[in-house]
């Protein structure tokens, strides 16, 4: 058990008086800074007989069990008889329309502050002052009473005893998990080959502070091998929660089941996934406002009661607990889960919840000293974090909106009119350009977006029914997005703007993350990124924000190396020479697949591309092989059917045609029988773009090769991907084939995995 609790004032009551409802203003976020602003302002304006941002504390025992609080009260007034304490708090509102009774945390705050101070200087009352100030306009409100200190007394021992009770119980909770951690056994009889490599390394830089590279190929068991010791660094006090981040809801629920097979075994931890809200959501309409969804009303009077019935009878709490315990006690399934992950051991959840500044857990923040996070499948972090460090904006979103407001709402219609006339300006200077480039944040465009989205906060908070809400959301978050992109902005940004006919898009474009990424694993115990394709390891160590201090290991495949038979068909796919590889990729298709019976996938850099061989390869369909194809924007109906085609055939050919970096090209386990073959079309190199070319001078200029790093490796990762739905089990046997001339070229030769190199050449 601890000696002493440690909590903060403001943690205190937030839980003990918590009630209320989730509400739009719930999501807000671009407030800390304008607060502080308030609160300086306000305070500059006091007299001599005031002190501001006073730290008090108050240690005492209750329940036989010590206990600390603390805080920073806004400021003290110290009158001839009476002593007040105040509190200030900004708002968006109009604070004219506030009443005494609105937020009863606030009151609940400023009492704590009270009694402690009152209690410390002797005193029989004390005043507490609440000041409400509109963060964008000197609009102030004031609501004071005087506090008998004995009724404050018995208020702050009604606010620790329910506070207390269920920190006893988290507590308790911590300790069991502990305890089963240090009894856990590993859960399989033999290792892989590699798995203790990577289970030491991994045990080691959490051990010291550091963060962990792997490339670990399939088969070695990376999640089990990077769970196991993260846990038994929990046992010896090392850290305390793990945050398990995966890409795709395949390795989410392969961490899932490892957990399951953990708590089977003796584990007592409380883990839990956090599923989307979209996905979630018991409405038909995903609206965060009490007057449409009964599961936001009255949200916070039912939260103490979940979260103890939850904690209290489950370990695994996937998606279905969630919902069931949701729907029992009439919460939002999604901030339910947000709730609980605050006192769980481990969270399973998407790379958004720790690294997209859009939607990450900043309730969970303070807990990063003491975690540590595994990243799997780390090859998909460079490019998802490139896109959650960037945004842009189009002209036509608020041309749109300034239209919908127009003789409805005056002040937010004219800072909607504003936006769309300064990229009208951006239009016209750019004269007859399509795209240029910029190195800086666009001052004057954030200059009338931040006025835009003052407006549209106040706006949301105040007409939730209006008929023209769900469009200024939109805008407000889309604006929301690129005004946090901006504080982001460094010389690894550069500022994209695209002209099409009428429309303008400005985009702050994030060209190299590992500064950000960098930043955010320090705050961690550690940090281990691994996954089967981390190849080449320096590249990635690069972008994704390691240094030469963070530890590195490359284990190769534990499966024998002639499990798999490899091919090259030495044909050129470059773009030029695409309408006359065609028929020869159709030739290769037939000559290789149809005489032999199985399930194969061919893989192709684009939907494009697949479809002009489709086109001529159906003149050269035979009975005995059928053909399914990969289509856009595929349902989880229609790729459930698409996988469920791949069983074990020995009788006919089934050939699925899909596209390099897609859904089927990763994630997904095929073992035994299931997949014979995959056929590799090109080098899967990204379409060029301006973008692309963007990055590629702007790694050119860091002294690395620009071309490698924006178009060789994250093309040469998605053949590794796909070729690595093969062999999943050390009795997977199969073929690839690797249809480019460049595989057999020095570069992209040194960047095939080792067994993969004992090729034959085809002749076609």
């Not at 089990?729 to 080792?754: A, C, M």
Request: proline residues 2%; hydrophobic residues 35%; contains cysteine.
């Amino acid at each position: 058990m601890e000696k002493q609790i440690s909590v903060s004032v403001r943690k205190l009551v937030e839980f003990s008086m918590m009630s209320g409802s989730i509400h739009i203003g719930s999501v807000f976020g671009n407030v800390l800074e304008e607060g502080t602003k308030t609160h300086q302002r306000l305070q500059e304006n006091r007299g001599d007989n005031y002190e501001k941002e006073v730290y008090v504390s108050y240690t005492s025992t209750f329940q036989e069990l010590e206990y600390k609080v603390d805080g920073r009260c806004d400021g003290i007034i110290r009158e001839e008889n009476l002593v007040i304490v105040e509190e200030i708090k900004s708002t968006g509102r109009t604070v004219s329309e506030l009443l005494e009774t609105d937020y009863p945390t606030y009151w609940a705050q400023a009492k704590v502050y009270a009694y402690i101070i009152g209690k410390q200087e002797g005193l029989e009352e004390i005043g507490v002052h609440l000041v409400y100030a509109n963060r964008k306009s000197f609009e102030k409100r004031s609501f004071q009473k005087i506090f008998s200190i004995n009724e404050l007394e018995t208020f702050y021992e009604e606010v620790i005893d329910t506070y207390i009770t269920f920190h006893l119980m988290i507590t308790q909770q911590q300790q069991l998990t502990k305890a089963s951690i240090e009894k856990l056994d590993f859960p399989f009889q033999t290792f892989r080959k590699g798995q203790r490599s990577l289970m030491n390394v991994t045990y080691k830089s959490i051990s010291e502070n550091k963060r962990l590279f792997a490339k670990a190929s399939t088969g070695i068991g990376k999640t089990i091998s990077t769970i196991f010791p993260t846990l038994k660094q929990i046992s010896v006090g090392k850290a305390k929660r793990i945050m398990y981040v995966t890409a795709k809801n395949s390795t989410r629920k392969v961490a899932e089941d490892t957990f399951h097979l953990l708590i089977n075994k003796g584990l007592r931890a409380k883990v839990i996934t956090i599923t989307a809200k979209e996905k979630v959501c018991f409405q038909e309409e995903v609206r965060c406002q009490k007057d449409y969804c009964p599961f936001a009303n009255g949200y916070y009077d039912r939260l103490q009661e979940g979260l103890i019935d939850i904690l209290t009878n489950e370990n695994l709490m996937n998606t279905n607990t969630i919902e069931f315990y949701a729907r029992k006690h009439q919460l939002c399934p999604f901030e339910f889960s947000l709730d609980v992950a605050l006192y769980a051991d481990v969270i399973i959840c998407d790379y958004n919840y720790f690294f997209n500044p859009k939607v990450k857990l900043q309730r969970w923040t303070e807990y990063e000293k003491e975690t540590v996070l595994l990243i799997d499948e780390a090859h998909n972090l460079v490019d998802r974090a490139r896109n959650m460090y960037s945004s842009s904006i189009q002209k036509s979103s608020f041309l749109s909106l300034s239209r919908e407001l127009k003789n409805k709402n005056k002040e937010l219609y004219q800072v909607a009119k504003l936006v769309n006339n300064e990229l009208l300006k951006w239009k016209k200077e750019m004269l007859n350009q399509n795209v240029s480039t910029h190195n800086e944040v666009p001052e004057s465009l954030v200059e009338v977006l931040q006025n835009f989205y003052n407006e549209a906060e106040i706006y949301l908070q105040q007409y939730g029914k209006a008929q023209e809400f769900e469009s200024v959301k939109e805008v407000y978050f889309m604006t929301n997005a690129f005004l946090k992109a901006t504080g982001w902005y460094n010389d690894h940004f550069k500022t994209l703007t695209s002209i099409y006919k009428s429309e303008v898009e400005v985009k702050i474009l994030c060209l190299d993350p590992s500064l950000i990424l960098n930043k955010m694993t320090k705050k961690l115990v550690s940090s281990i990124f691994f996954s089967a394709t981390l190849m080449p390891l320096g590249y990635f160590t690069k972008v994704l924000g390691g240094t030469d201090d963070d530890y590195h290991l490359s284990l190769s495949s534990p499966f024998p190396i002639e499990n798999v038979e490899v091919s090259v068909a030495p044909i050129s796919t470059k773009y030029k020479d695409r309408s006359d590889s065609v028929s020869k990729i159709v030739n290769v298709i037939c000559s290789e697949l149809h005489k032999k019976n199985g399930n194969y996938l061919v893989f192709f850099p684009s939907y494009e591309y697949m479809s002009q061989v489709l086109e001529v390869y159906e003149n050269y369909q035979v009975d005995g092989v059928k053909v399914i194809i990969q289509s856009h924007d595929m349902t989880e109906e229609e790729r459930s059917k698409f996988l469920n085609e791949f069983e074990p055939n020995d009788q006919t050919t089934l050939i699925g045609f899909s596209v390099l970096g897609g859904v089927f090209a990763e994630g997904i386990d095929l073992v035994g029988e299931k997949l014979n073959g995959v056929m590799i079309i090109g080098v899967g190199l990204p379409r060029i773009s301006d973008e692309q070319n963007i990055m590629k001078d702007y790694y050119q200029k860091q002294g690395v090769n620009g071309f490698d790093f924006a178009y060789v490796y994250p093309g040469m990762n998605k053949v590794h991907q796909a070729g690595g739905r093969l062999i999943r089990s050390e009795t997977d046997t199969g073929f690839i084939w690797l249809v480019d001339d460049r595989f057999l070229t020095n570069k992209y030769l040194s960047l095939l995995p080792e067994e993969w190199r004992n090729f034959k050449i085809l002749k076609y």
